[in-house]
């Protein structure tokens, strides 16, 4: 009874991750932010809010996981992007983004490492723990009929009413906090309760900084993640400098999602024919060369189309990364190691996100893109002949 209770985790993840992908809003809330008269350098600001939340609730958010439970972890986590939809949905002023940013943080550093450990932890339970990356790369399948439908439609429904998206959207973010509340708890291999909370974390802060091969995945993980996620954050306000259609935005991050899909999925049997190494090094000099084509052109279509193609570094770097740490991680350190990963990128985030927003009012979007690509061009150069060989 209790194995099959702990066997319905994996479908009902992969549900309550799907209903929570039914985010009409992803692909026009920075156009509703410009909308509400908001500037870009207002808009890193919120970034920077968002980031300094995530920061100050990482850490401790991964040790009541690995302590408390992760699947009151999950829930909270749930309860605090449904209060972050309903303060933008409410919003008058720019206080009230701010307030939204610290729900919305709050959200990702509840569910980051987390959701990974959980999921991670349920298959060891079954000892199936060597089909994780296939599982755990399916989910972004089963998630792609309601990216699909909440993407493509979020153009149409933002010309009805720029609220309209927020508000289906907490419609079904309810439904998955529903399913999140009737996932099972696995058990861990060492209860973090034996050790006080601060020595977990002064533990497996040791573990990365004396791992070698920890160490060099976290320094390409900031890298890389610099680039990915900073496209995919100003990508609205990239795309619409270029002047592509409002109505095309959502196609636009429909088709993206697809590629993080694909390549996600297809990573695992790229993993089994080619090395770590090789993996990593197609990732990184794959977004450098995008990026660089983005700076250069003038063309919506060609930037839109760069865009979508940063998905397929994204994708496999997704399922690599997680697949490369969480074989070198005990099970009683697996959210907390995973959620100082997190932490560090958003230390990253937190210097750099508002001097390139004050760049990119000054002067463009596309000058902050330069100054990644060329960062990203030296940690090529530091990757393949030096770092590569600690991977």
């Known amino acids: 009874m209790i194995n099959q209770q702990i066997k319905s985790n ?33 808009i890193a600001i919120l970034g920077v809010v968002w980031t300094i939340s995530k920061m100050v609730l990482e850490i401790p958010s991964s040790v009541l996981a690995d302590k408390w439970g992760r699947k009151k972890t999950l829930i909270l986590s749930s309860v605090f992007i449904a209060l972050s939809v309903i303060t933008m949905i409410y919003a008058v002023n720019f206080w009230f983004f701010v307030v939204a940013s610290i729900w919305s943080a709050a959200s990702a ?12 932890d349920t298959l060891k339970a079954l000892k199936k723990e060597e089909e994780f990356d296939k599982l755990w790369a399916r989910q972004d399948l089963y998630s792609q009929i309601p990216l699909i439908i909440a993407f493509i439609s979020s153009g149409f429904l933002y010309n009805i ?6 508000q289906i959207s907490l419609g079904f973010l309810v439904l998955s906090l529903i399913v999140t509340f009737t996932l099972h708890e696995p058990k861990y291999s060492k209860p973090v309760e034996e050790v006080n909370v601060f020595s977990h974390f002064k533990q497996s802060a ?23 996620d900073f496209s995919y954050g100003y990508g609205q306000i990239y795309l619409n400098q270029l002047a592509l259609p409002i109505i095309l935005f959502g196609i636009v991050y429909t088709i993206k999602s697809l590629m993080v899909t694909f390549s996600s999925n297809i990573a695992p049997p790229l993993r089994r024919r080619f090395s770590y190494r090789t993996m990593f ?13 983005m700076v250069l052109t003038k063309s919506y279509i060609i930037g839109a189309i760069c865009f979508i193609l940063i998905g397929i570094p994204h994708g496999f770097f997704s399922i690599s990364k997680s697949s490369y740490m969480h074989k070198r991680i005990q099970s009683h350190q697996r959210a907390t190691i995973d959620s100082m990963f997190s932490f560090l990128i958003a230390l990253m985030f937190l210097i750099a996100e508002p001097i390139f927003g004050y760049l990119a009012d000054i002067y463009s979007i596309k000058l902050p893109f330069l100054i990644i690509a060329i960062m ?13 060989k600690k991977i």
Do not use: H
Request: with cysteine; proline share 3%; hydrophobic share 55%.
């Open 10 to 42: 994996i479908w009902k993840y992969y549900l309550a991750v799907s209903l929570a992908q039914f985010a009409f809003f992803t692909p026009i809330i920075q156009l509703f932010y410009l909308a509400n008269e908001l500037t870009i350098f207002k």
């Open 109 to 120: 550093a509840f569910f980051s490492g987390t959701n990974v450990a959980f999921f991670y």
């Open 161 to 166: 009413s720029p609220f309209l998206p927020f």
């Open 206 to 228: 040791q573990f990365i900084f004396n791992d070698s091969y920890l160490k060099a995945i976290l320094i390409f993980s900031l890298l890389f993640c610099l680039g990915s």
């Open 281 to 293: 090094g197609f990732e990184i000099i794959a977004i450098t060369i995008l990026f660089y084509i």
């Open 376 to 388: 990203m061009t030296l940690y090529c150069f530091y990757y393949i002949f030096y770092e590569r």
